[in-house]
Nanobody
Framework: VQLVESGGGLVQAGGSLRLSCAASVIAFSINRMGWYRQAPGKQRELVATITAGGGSANYADSVKGRFTISRDNAKNTMYLQMNSLKPEDTAVYYC???????????????WGQGTLVTVSS
């Protein structure tokens, strides 16, 4: 399983960005996916998660009402639409997938390499 993020960049406060996470999946059944972020000098934190079918999403309080997580299962891609960005949203954003290796029946957590989002004031 390989996860590749894209869409990060520099944006002014109040602006928008859309992050994408493309999953290359072989013999892996994804149960849920999510976005995490890590700001300089801080621990990685949860931003949002979404279930396999895309029917249920959860958000950190700090992004509720501004960010929207979604999935396109036909494309094996997850998105994070970020609106009304604030300087405190500046971080490296990581894609995460949790699921089962169908060959070994073991649960795995997979991470992407991260994409940097910088919000200027």
């Amino acid at each position: 399983v390989q996860l590749v993020e894209s869409g990060g960049g520099l944006v002014q406060a109040g602006g928008s960005l859309r992050l994408s996470c493309a999953a290359s999946v072989i013999a892996f059944s994804i149960n849920r996916m999510g976005w995490y972020r890590q700001a300089p000098g801080k621990q990685r934190e949860l931003v949002a998660t979404i279930t396999a079918g895309g029917g249920s999403a959860n958000y950190a309080d700090s992004v509720k009402g501004r960010f929207t997580i979604s999935r396109d299962n036909a494309k094996n891609t997850m998105y994070l639409q970020m609106n009304s960005l604030k300087p405190e949203d500046t971080a490296v954003y990581y894609c995460n997938a949790g699921g089962v290796n169908v060959l070994t029946d073991k649960y795995l957590e997979v991470w992407g390499q991260g994409t940097l989002v910088t919000v200027s004031s």
